[in-house]
């Protein structure tokens, strides 16, 4: 029996996606797992109110019989080979100078930047997955707004300026085989597909694969990334829900879903989050025409609710969301996505005697992305010290492109800090984005200053103007020139009236303050002023009137 606790209840439906605010998932305990009778599970959700007026009802998910029939859960897929599924070879280098485990976009920004310093470098990527790296974030977009058919098989999508390419950083011919790393001319980036590095020794200076193959190395970088969190519920339902469950993080995820998109009639998402709102909206849209229903559930009042302040996070609920339905007590669904966060993927610090942040997870790193002489750390695995924010671990493509290049820098001997400020953005489809910077969370007080927007302030105008689909490789130095109007909203308690809100605004700057200081910016709807937000939080000064501040990113004047 799964439990919900309700501190605010939003039941809303367009054509087929709805949505439950307020809900809070618990387990019950073991002894209360759910019925499976004659192929037809059901979960009963037990919803408690913590309004004053208290109630309490019960949600069902029903999983039909067809579900288990026609359905695979993610990893169980037949698929034919993508353009970069390497397969992997037969002879393993048994040393590589500079060995990168994981295959993510940390290790490929490394493995770049140890070759820029380094030439000659004989660099090798082992990855637990069968894919050469590839990039994440059009998983959860710009992938689900393709029309080509084959898109699961050619990776390959349109940006939302219209141009087109492929998830993977390089084609397959960028790679040298792994059994040449140590001899062939000028060395290369190697990778070896679908191994995972069991055991590390770092006095030994070597990692252990799970058959037991031994590598050397001389320098290290673990670049693990992170597991999407499920829901105790789920596990301890066991084997029949799980297979009705997508963790959604890798290519075999996106192709798992889009299988079941097309097969099933109902998908409940649970998470507001950033990728569990992404992927509301885009198989909201593929609902349109399919009448897929999609259910989207989370505990905050609205989307983003964690990140973006109430008012924007109402906005950006009303935005995806489109009329309304009858309040609903039982919800019957055919699979579940579970977008419920990310566990850092620290599996190796056992036997590497690697210190874990108690606070933030992740491995502990110096401001140099260094854990210990010869290993460094990058990307959503590394627990780092941000010399201008203090302790972190970020989960964000930028930071792993820039910690990732930073920990190649210093593996090559740069001994650099890490000062620059990632950035992060997200789109619900083409027409809404944000882009942030800093730390961003909702619990801090916040100061917001809005415009109207036009049409030229959506993420497809902003990469019709930058020419890229990839935000942070867009970033332009944008310079600051004419004053704007008063905004409404320059207090710290900033939300601007609901009704204008909901009429007027449609772009605008939002600041994080802690002790007075902005440490984390918003830009909704405003593109391609990243360098204005990262000067501010690098400045860390006292703002006396923050409505100054805002005049630099112009918002008014666009
Ligand atoms: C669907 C989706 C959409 C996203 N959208 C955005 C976005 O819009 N904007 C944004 O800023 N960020 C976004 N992100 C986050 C971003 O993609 C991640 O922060 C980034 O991928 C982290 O890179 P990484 O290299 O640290 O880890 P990963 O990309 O997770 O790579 C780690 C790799 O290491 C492998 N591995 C782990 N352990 C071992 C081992 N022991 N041996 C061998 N291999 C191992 C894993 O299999 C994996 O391939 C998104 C993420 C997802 C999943």
Not at 211 to 225: N, P, Q, V
Not at 245 to 265: E, G
Not at 485 to 493: L, M, N
Request: aromatic share 8%.
């Amino acid at each position: 029996m799964l439990k919900f606790n309700l501190s605010h209840i939003l039941i809303c439906r367009s054509r087929s996606l709805l949505f439950l605010s307020g809900v809070f998932v618990q387990d019950l305990g073991t002894d209360q797992l759910p019925d499976i009778a004659d192929h037809t599970l059901t979960l009963s959700l037990l919803c408690s109110c913590s309004l004053p007026l208290s109630f309490s009802f019960f949600l069902s998910f029903l999983f039909l019989h067809s579900f288990s029939l026609t359905l695979a859960c993610s990893g169980c897929l037949i698929e034919t080979p993508a353009a970069g599924t390497a397969p992997s070879p037969a002879k393993i280098p048994s040393h590589a100078p500079y060995l990168l485990i994981g295959g993510g976009t940390a290790s490929f920004a490394a493995a770049r930047s140890i070759r820029a310093r380094d030439p000659g470098a004989r660099v090798l990527i082992v990855t637990e997955e069968s894919d050469l790296p590839y990039m994440r974030p059009p998983l959860s977009k710009e992938l689900w707004f393709s029309d080509d058919p084959s898109v699961t098989d050619t990776l390959r999508f349109k940006q939302w300026n219209g141009k087109e390419r492929s998830i993977y950083f390089q084609p397959p011919s960028f790679y040298i085989s792994p059994e040449d790393l140590n001899s062939i001319e000028n060395g290369g980036v190697a990778v070896l597909t679908g191994k995972k590095v069991m055991h590390m020794d770092v006095r030994g200076n070597k990692v252990q694969l799970e058959d037991s193959t031994e590598i050397s190395y001389d320098k290290c970088l673990i670049a693990t990334g992170g597991v999407p969190r499920n829901l105790q519920v789920i596990e301890r339902a066991g084997e029949e829900v799980m297979k009705k469950t997508t963790l959604f993080r890798k290519i075999d995820d996106f192709k798992a879903l889009d299988k079941v998109s097309r097969n099933l009639k109902s998908i409940t998402i649970i998470g507001g989050g950033f990728l569990g709102s992404e992927l509301a909206c885009a198989l909201g849209r593929r609902s349109a025409d399919s009448g897929l229903e999609v259910i989207q559930m989370f505990p905050e009042k609205g989307n983003m609710g964690k990140v973006l302040p109430e008012y924007l996070s109402n906005w950006t609920t009303e935005k995806v969301k489109r009329g309304s339905c009858p309040f609903c007590i039982v919800v019957k669904t055919d699979h579940i996505v579970a977008a419920v966060g990310l566990e850092p993927n620290v599996d190796l610090a056992k036997s590497a005697g690697l210190e874990v942040d108690s606070d933030f997870g992740g491995y502990r790193v110096n401001a140099e992305l260094q854990a210990r002489s010869n290993i460094w750390v990058a990307g959503d695995a590394a627990c780092f010290y941000d010399i201008r924010l203090g302790r972190r671990r970020v989960e964000h493509h930028d930071h792993a492109v820039v910690s990732g290049r930073l920990a190649g820098e210093n593996m090559t001997g740069a001994s650099k800090p890490y000062w620059h400020q990632s950035m992060f953005w997200s789109d619900l489809g083409p027409d809404v984005g944000y882009e942030a910077i800093g730390i961003v969370d909702s619990s801090l007080p916040t100061v917001g200053v809005f415009a109207k927007a036009t049409a030229k302030d959506t993420p497809k105008a902003a990469t019709e103007k930058s020419g890229t689909g990839i935000r942070s490789e867009s970033e332009t130095e944008a310079v600051a020139t004419s004053p704007v109007a008063t905004s409404p909203a320059a207090s710290p308690t900033p939300a601007p009236p609901a009704q204008q809100q909901k009429e007027d605004y449609g772009k605008g700057v939002i600041f994080y303050l802690r002790d007075k200081v902005v440490v984390g910016i918003i830009l909704w709807n405003v593109f391609n002023r990243m360098p204005i937000a990262r000067k501010i939080i690098k400045d860390g000064e006292e703002h006396a009137d923050l409505n100054e501040v805002a005049k630099l990113f112009n918002i008014h004047d666009d």
